[in-house]
């Protein structure tokens, strides 16, 4: 389904969240991307504020339930105890709660309509338990309409060296495909798919115990079982994106060691939870996924998305993101001062990517910004999967940024040893200049496979690049 988005306010709570995310923190969410350190969090007062502000929108809003995203100073302590005490609270009110743990330190809470507020959650901030909160806003694919059926340039280019890539390919590189699900049947991407190495398929069990039961080739977070593929056949986004990255990374040359890990978190009305965005991308991480393709996003500031994205920082992941494809009228914006999210947080291991037709001019639909988006690749009228072992044309930013990932994974398969940073340093350094990009993107370039690939046998690792140990723990909020 196609997904636009219009200009709109940002809520009260919202801004009073981030301001207070400065004091509290010292990080600045609004300036370009560098590398980010520590959490989010907010002091107490701020908390209660946009707890109370959150609670009253979500009873306006008239929902049957609605979603809170909770941080936990010490949830390995407090977890179990709060959890506990919100079911209780609302067994004796006659209506069911849930609590889920979505990463190490972020608690989903469920209300029921109704009950916007809680006495366990306001006795957690009160005793320090609880230190950031925000709703579980919605996300969206970023599908523009209308498509085109004359497809695009692959990618702005001279003749690929492809006697080179045949002699260098040899590292395995794993892509995350954050969207609705991948057909991992079609023929022109199962020999391609990631396949869990320490996972028996069918046994019912959970052999790598990483939580996921027969996980073989990603997971479902919608429905929360072991299928990623789409609800609905013509819910093909996801494929048609698997598709474009086993075009962009030369897939079918001979020893090109690339592999598609689906993670599905779109729904077949093509929406999704950042609840869900955030669980698949610690997935992917912990299963090991260098690239993480990001085509969708949103208007609405999640700090708890931004910690996430800071994971994959140090875990020297790679994180591409669609810049988004305008308003309700199909009119772009400059994100430099309408910021879409994930594209337009400040972290350094984002490439933020927008989208250019065959003439590598951007469309209207387009968002760009000199400071907020780095570079183009090809997004009108491209043909690529279908669900269903078929094939059709789509046009948008979720098109361009899997170009991106598939360059990004065909050049880290070359040279294994690079960071996540030198790889982005790598794409925006070779893009292909164009004059009417000048001013729109931070490059003022499109992606260009060709001159990367010439420039990857020589590029030299930057040790400023280099990210800390996953291990290494974040820093702690202040109390």
Same mark, same amino acid.
């Given at each position: @389904? ?73 949830? %390995? ?133 990483? *939580?996921?039961?027969? %996980? ?12 990623? @593929? ?24 001979? *020893? ?18 950042? =609840? ?102 090809? *997004? ?28 990004? =994974? ?70």
């Amino acid at each position: @389904m196609a997904r636009n988005f219009s200009t709109q306010l940002m809520p009260a709570f919202l801004a009073l969240a981030i301001l207070s995310l400065t004091a509290a923190c010292g990080s600045n969410v609004n300036s370009s991307k560098a590398l980010v350190h520590g959490e989010t969090c907010l002091k107490p007062q701020a908390l209660r504020s946009a707890y109370q502000d959150a609670s009253f929108s979500a009873a306006s809003q008239g929902a049957s339930s609605h979603r809170l995203l909770l941080k936990m100073q010490n949830p %390995d302590r407090d977890f179990a105890d709060f959890k506990a005490q919100i079911e209780s609270e609302f067994e004796h009110r006659g209506k069911g709660a849930q609590v889920t743990r979505i990463s190490q330190r972020t608690v989903a809470v469920d209300l029921p309509s109704g009950n916007s507020s809680s006495q366990a959650i306001e006795s957690a901030i009160e005793a320090g338990k609880l230190i950031y909160l925000e709703p579980d806003y919605p996300t969206f694919s970023l599908e523009a309409t209308p498509t085109f059926e004359k497809s695009s340039a692959a990618v702005s280019e001279a003749e690929l060296p492809l006697d080179q890539v045949r002699a260098q390919a040899g590292g395995e590189i794993i892509v995350a495909v954050i969207d609705s699900g991948v057909d991992d049947n079609h023929k022109d991407l199962a020999p391609y798919m990631w396949t869990n190495p320490g996972e028996i398929a069918g046994n019912g069990i959970d052999d790598d115990q990483n *939580g996921y039961v027969d %996980d073989v080739h990603g997971w479902d977070f919608v429905g929360n079982d072991n299928d990623p @593929m789409a609800d609905d056949a013509d819910v093909y986004h996801g494929t048609h994106v698997a598709g474009i990255i086993r075009q962009a990374a030369l897939l079918e040359e001979k *020893g090109v060691k690339v592999r598609i890990m689906a993670l599905k978190y779109l729904d077949s009305s093509a929406s999704g939870r950042t =609840s869900n965005a955030i669980r698949a991308i610690d997935y992917a991480i912990a299963n090991g996924a260098k690239i993480l393709n990001n085509s969708w996003g949103a208007l609405n500031y999640s700090a708890l998305l931004s910690d996430a994205i800071e994971r994959a920082r140090r875990a020297n992941v790679l994180f591409v993101a669609a810049a988004g494809n305008g308003d309700s009228s199909g009119k772009a914006y400059d994100l430099d001062q309408i910021p879409f999210y994930p594209a337009a947080f400040p972290h350094a291991n984002i490439i933020s990517v927008s989208a250019v037709d065959d003439r590598n001019q951007m469309p209207a639909w387009a968002n760009f910004g000199k400071s907020t988006v780095d570079l183009t690749a090809p *997004g009108v009228g491209i043909v690529s999967t279908r669900n269903g072992n078929t094939y059709g044309t789509l046009s948008g930013t979720s098109m361009a940024t899997p170009f991106v990932s598939g360059v990004a =994974s065909l050049l880290w398969a070359l040279k294994p040893e690079l960071s996540a940073l030198d790889i982005k340093k790598l794409i925006l350094e070779n893009a292909l200049k164009v004059d009417a990009l000048q001013g729109r993107v931070l490059t003022g370039a499109t992606v260009n496979r060709a001159e990367s690939l010439k420039a990857v046998g020589s590029f030299v690792h930057d040790p400023s690049s280099e990210t800390p140990a996953p291990s290494e723990s974040l820093s702690s909020c202040p109390p």
